[in-house]
């Protein structure tokens, strides 16, 4: 294949044009999550470029977290772990005192229009329709987590027709088997406030004690906003653990 098939834009290096390819197709599903990549060899002879520029493009979609090497066995489409980046935070522990990951529990799922917010953080119009979640995250059947979800109804409308039972745990591969979306990223942001009356309850907190809130925009493979979260936990089970070196 001729290298003119690499973008339009030839005032970019090939190596970033070739990266950008490579990303087209992750993006679009032809290169899945935990699935290898063609070899070096492979896409040397597709794309007609020389092997430098084939490992200059592979390094920095690593660099950008999208690929994963494995010494040995080749180079994969990397699944990110969400969950393992929001429970670092937050103490998971059983009333017998073991580890614990967290259970989840659908509360909700209906179409809302979005409002200033939520438009914003999915580049939406305000007013476009969104699917709607409510989840519960539990411990031993006490709550741990309130989470609302927003998602555009454009890419995610069949998740209205699923009843609330039929969620599994964990919705990012479930958007993916039931939508054809697929988070490659997220942005988060962490912030303290008071628990309302809603959060209060839900948690069985006293009303007005510290919560904690996560904000993420949760991003595809091609930087498209696809998931706008708040996730709310009373301040009592957060913990700030780093280790500096």
């Not at 950008?64 to 489409?77: I, M, S």
């Not at 969950?83 to 909700?108: E, H, K, M, T, Y």
């Not at 555009?152 to 009843?163: N, T």
């Not at 039931?178 to 009303?207: F, K, M, N, P, Y």
Request: aromatic fraction near 8%; proline fraction near 5%; hydrophobic fraction near 40%.
């Amino acid at each position: 294949m001729s290298t003119t098939a690499l973008g339009q834009d030839e005032r970019l290096p090939l190596y970033q044009r070739l990266r950008d390819e490579m990303l087209g197709k992750i993006a679009a599903g032809e290169w899945l999550p935990g699935e290898a990549i063609p070899t070096e060899a492979e896409l040397t002879r597709h794309y007609g470029v020389a092997v430098g520029t084939v490992r200059k493009a592979v390094e920095t979609l690593v660099t950008e977290g999208l690929l994963l090497r494995a010494q040995g066995r080749g180079t994969f489409v990397r699944r990110p772990n969400f969950d393992g980046s929001l429970f670092r935070f937050f103490r998971q522990v059983s009333a017998s005192g073991q580890s614990q990951v967290p259970q989840s529990r659908i509360l909700d799922c209906r179409q809302v229009p979005a409002d200033a917010a939520v438009s914003q953080a999915l580049k939406l119009g305000e007013g476009d329709p969104c699917v709607f979640l409510q989840r519960l995250r539990l411990i031993d059947g006490r709550p741990l987590f309130h989470e609302r979800i927003w998602l555009p109804v454009s890419r995610f409308g069949a998740l209205l027709d699923i009843a609330a039972d039929d969620f599994p745990q964990l919705l990012y591969p479930f958007y993916e088997q039931h939508c054809g979306q697929r988070i490659a990223s997220a942005q988060e942001t962490l912030t303290v406030s008071a628990a309302d009356a809603e959060l209060a309850a839900v948690l069985g907190v006293a009303e007005a004690s510290p919560s904690v809130i996560i904000e993420r925009t949760a991003l595809g493979y091609d930087r498209t906003p696809l998931e706008y979260r708040l996730s709310r936990a009373a301040a009592e089970n957060f913990r700030y653990q780093v280790e500096i070196s």
